[in-house]
Structure formats: C-alpha cells, structure tokens
C-alpha cells in the first residue's frame, strides 16, 4: 500500500531552522512531481514547494529560505526551511503528483501524507 510520512516539525524560535523529511512506502517517487504543501488553521491548503524533471519551484512568501530536494533513491523527499517566521506556522505535507510535472492545483496530486507540526513563536 501506497504511504507517505511526514516528520521533523516542531516548536522553533524565529529565525530558526527545520528539515521537514517525507519517506515513501509501497512505490518510490519515480519520475513524478512531489511537493510540499502547507495548511494553517482557518486558511487554505497552499503549494510551498514542488520539484520536478525541470526544477524546484517555491511560493513567494517561502523564495530564498526553502530549499526543496529529494534523494537519489527518490524515496525521500526533504523541505529545509531556514530563517523562519510566525507566518510559516502551519501543518506541513508531502505529496506526490499524477504525473511528471508539478502544477499548483490540489487535484493535481493522488497521495498524501498525514502532515507534520511546524510551530514558529516571534
């Protein structure tokens, strides 16, 4: 079966770091577009960061402090986020696209991870 498992969020002061990591079960990345979204509470899920066959892509609110990559095995998909902001609290997920190349609709993604905390205090 098919899994994606997000981890390494947690509670950080502004200005901090975190690697947020997602592992793959059941298939490997392949050749398909994966992404990192991110949810805060009363807001709608958001594209932070995609990568694909051309490159990554970031939003504008995240440019110049993510940095999205995966490994050579692509079963392990990796967000570093430095210089963070209270702005950047959210839960945060990975996904894995339908095909090669990365789009910023939702729909355009079948799985799923179940998300980890990332906590940013001023």
């Known amino acids: 079966q098919v899994q994606l498992v997000e981890s390494g969020g947690g509670s950080v002061q502004a200005g901090g770091s975190l690697r947020l990591s997602c592992a793959a079960s059941?298939?490997?990345?392949?050749?398909?577009?994966m992404a990192w979204f991110r949810q805060a509470p009363g807001k709608e899920r958001e594209r932070v960061a995609s990568?694909?066959?051309?490159?990554?892509m970031y939003a504008d609110s995240v440019e110049g402090r993510f940095t999205i990559s995966r490994d050579n095995a692509k079963i392990s998909l990796y967000l570093q986020m430095n210089s963070l902001k209270p702005e950047d609290t959210a839960m945060y997920y990975c996904?894995?696209?339908?095909?090669?190349?990365?789009?910023?609709?939702?729909?355009?993604?079948?799985?799923w991870g179940q998300g980890t905390q990332v906590t940013v205090s001023s």
């Open positions: 990568i694909d066959s051309i490159g990554p």
């Open positions: 996904a894995r696209g339908k095909g090669g190349y990365c789009y910023t609709s939702l729909l355009e993604y079948n799985y």
């Open positions: 059941g298939v490997t990345f392949g050749t398909n577009c």
